[in-house]
């Protein structure tokens, strides 16, 4: 099961962390995803890690200003969104799945669990 937490009402230019804990097995040979769904838009990736290795990979529109660390000691992934823009406004789910193929990385039916959304809104 993934709790993600953290959403908030900030301005534009603040930062913001997101948090996603795993409360049953752990995410070791698991990647982790951020996703984010704006009002009358499709689900879209915003970043991924792959605990086995390390590999990040992140959205054009996010690179330079959001990074997703992790603690493996709390089995929790975090998306550290920093210079947040209105367009950043979305509901954000974190979500984990076994065996993702790199080509996949950045597709929602390739991850197996999901948390519930947090909030994110930027004002301008």
């Known amino acids: 099961q993934l709790q993600a937490s953290g959403g908030g009402l900030v301005q534009a230019g603040d930062s913001l962390r997101l948090s996603c804990a795993a409360s049953e097995r752990p995410f070791n040979s698991y990647a982790t995803g951020w996703f984010r769904q704006a009002p009358g838009k499709e689900r879209e990736f915003v970043a991924a890690?792959?605990?086995?290795?390390?590999?990040?990979y992140y959205a054009d529109s996010v690179k330079g200003r959001f990074t997703i660390p992790r603690d493996s000691a709390k089995n929790t992934v975090y998306l550290q969104m920093n210079s947040l823009k209105p367009e950043d406004t979305a509901v954000y789910y974190c979500?984990?799945?076994?065996?993702?193929?790199?080509?996949?990385?950045?597709?929602?039916?390739?991850?197996?669990?999901w948390g519930r959304g947090t909030l994110v809104t930027v004002s301008s």
């Open positions: 979500a984990a799945g076994p065996r993702i193929i790199l080509s996949s990385i950045r597709v929602p039916p390739a991850y197996d669990y």
């Open positions: 890690i792959r605990w086995s290795g390390g590999s990040i």
